[in-house]
């Protein structure tokens, strides 16, 4: 026992000086390739700003926030995805005490080799491996890197959710109006078509003017058909995001599309690197990357640690106990790789070209994060000037078809003009309808571009307390 306890000693001096001199794998500075601010204009000066976490109220209505709420509660790849972040936390947890010392009782039949007595034998394990050469702290590294890539994704669908859901509801309303419009002309050719008819009969037409107005009426319901079956489209896809099996009959109720005003974009290039989730997975496949590679370079030193059994036996076939009875044991538990063709060098290579592709992985997430918000903040701009444009367009036909009612109604003109006004007005209005749609569409995408969604209720991961700082 003596000769053990020495040889544990020595065992563990051996050990702290082997620690000393191999040092872990570190985690990669990450170097953000991100501008100083962004090549578009911002809208700023006094236009209101926008939540980062809440972006859609800028809506200012009131269905759509419940459906948002509704969606983050209720969606199905949402509570997958929290499950999944659940689990890697828990896995996080265990992962903090692989190296602490474990008991374990255990219980067997042993039979005697000359098959004249059974033994019934119980006791104890205990073993305690040491946390040498990194091995802690890599272990750590690849649950923790779990941890924070399970949580980006869970934002990532969020992020996805909310922008789904306003964007279906968007557009429904669009479609909604632009069936309301389409509707009012089909009435206005319907019209026309009467008109013509009398004109005709009355022989102060040519037989192709009703004809023609006829074509005209028949296209206008076939544009009916566009709108309807997206109204019924973009209600199936709110039902899925919200988990449920069938629509809500409130939406389909025609309602005005939701106004969006100035804002103002506080965001800058530098907050991508904490509210895109895309970036933050990245961020975490580096961290996990490290944690491969410092097991891989655990791997090529011995493995050390401590171990004690204590065991008793029972001769089941005298129905006694035997006369050496208990067995207790101590000492070191070492674990020496000494060859195997090169295969423990070749995976620490391989581990290490990984942490490198990781870090390149993370700085292309970033140039793709800057490039779609530069992308969207430039859209954004050009459907705002469209939309100025259609609204002008629209207040001149407005004034147009006044002008015509005027006339026709000091007869000076036929009732065939002011029609032709009204269609024009429709048209114009269908028009800024598409226009204004989207212009909120690139606001959604901006903000989806953005990583703009609420942060879970549980925002801060397990794996908090007791990671590295990084």
């Known amino acids: 026992m003596r000769f053990t306890h020495g040889f544990a000693r020595a065992t563990l001096a051996v050990s702290i000086g082997l620690l000393a001199g191999c040092a872990g794998i570190d985690v990669p500075k990450l170097d953000a390739p991100v501008p100083a601010r962004w090549n578009h204009p911002v809208p700023q000066a006094s236009a209101m700003p926008v939540d980062l976490r809440g972006w859609w109220r800028a809506f200012d209505d009131p269905a759509l926030n419940a459906l948002v709420d509704t969606a983050l509660r209720d969606n199905l790849q949402a509570a997958e ?14 992962a903090r005490v692989e190296y602490l010392p474990r008991l374990r009782a255990k ?14 034998v119980a006791g104890f394990d205990a073993t305690w491996e040491l946390n040498l050469f990194g091995r802690g702290t890599a272990t750590n590294r690849q649950a923790s890197g779990a941890v924070d890539a399970s949580a980006a994704e869970l934002q990532r669908i969020r992020v996805s959710l909310v922008g789904e859901v306003v964007r279906d509801w968007l557009e429904l309303r669009a479609a909604q109006q632009r069936e309301a419009t389409l509707e009012a002309m089909r009435d206005l050719r319907q019209r026309l078509l009467q008109q013509a008819q009398v004109r005709v009969r009355l022989r102060l037409a040519a037989p192709q003017a009703e004809a023609q107005a006829e074509a005209d009426l028949a296209q206008a319901e076939a544009a009916l058909a566009e709108p309807r079956g997206e109204i019924d489209r973009l209600s199936q896809q709110l039902a899925v995001l919200l988990g449920r099996n069938e629509p809500d009959a409130a ?13 103002r974009i506080d965001q800058a290039p530098a907050d991508l690197l904490r509210t895109r989730p895309e970036i933050a ?8 990357a490290a944690g491969d590679a410092g097991i891989a370079r655990a791997d090529l030193l011995p493995r050390l640690g401590l171990g004690g059994s204590l065991v008793w036996s029972t001769n089941l076939t005298t129905h006694r106990r035997t006369s050496d009875n208990a067995l207790l044991s101590a000492g070191p538990v070492i674990d020496i790789p000494l060859f195997d063709w090169g295969a423990r060098e070749a995976e620490l290579r391989a581990s290490k070209h990984d942490l490198k592709a990781s870090v390149y992985a993370y700085r292309q997430a970033v140039l793709e994060g800057v490039a779609e918000v530069e992308t969207s903040l430039g859209q954004l701009e050009r459907e705002r000037e469209r939309q100025a444009a259609s609204v002008r367009a629209r207040a001149a036909l407005a004034r147009a078809e006044q002008a015509s009612a005027t006339r026709v109604h000091l007869h000076l003109a036929a009732p065939a003009e002011q029609i032709d006004s009204q269609l024009a007005l429709a048209q114009a209005s269908l028009a800024l ?19 703009g969604a609420p942060l879970p209720d549980d925002a801060t991961p397990a794996a908090a307390d007791g990671k590295e700082p990084r």
Request: charged share 30%.
């Open 433 to 451: 309808t598409e226009a204004t749609a989207a212009r909120d569409l690139a606001f959604v995408r901006l903000y989806k571009a953005l990583g």
């Open 281 to 288: 997975r990245a961020e975490a496949e580096v961290l996990r």
């Open 107 to 120: 219980t067997e039949d042993a039979i005697d080799p000359d098959a004249s007595a059974s033994f019934f």
């Open 251 to 263: 939406w389909l109720k025609p309602a005005p599309m939701p106004s969006l005003g100035d804002l």
């Open 81 to 94: 995805a929290t499950e999944r972040l659940l689990a890697s936390r828990e896995r996080f947890r265990s």
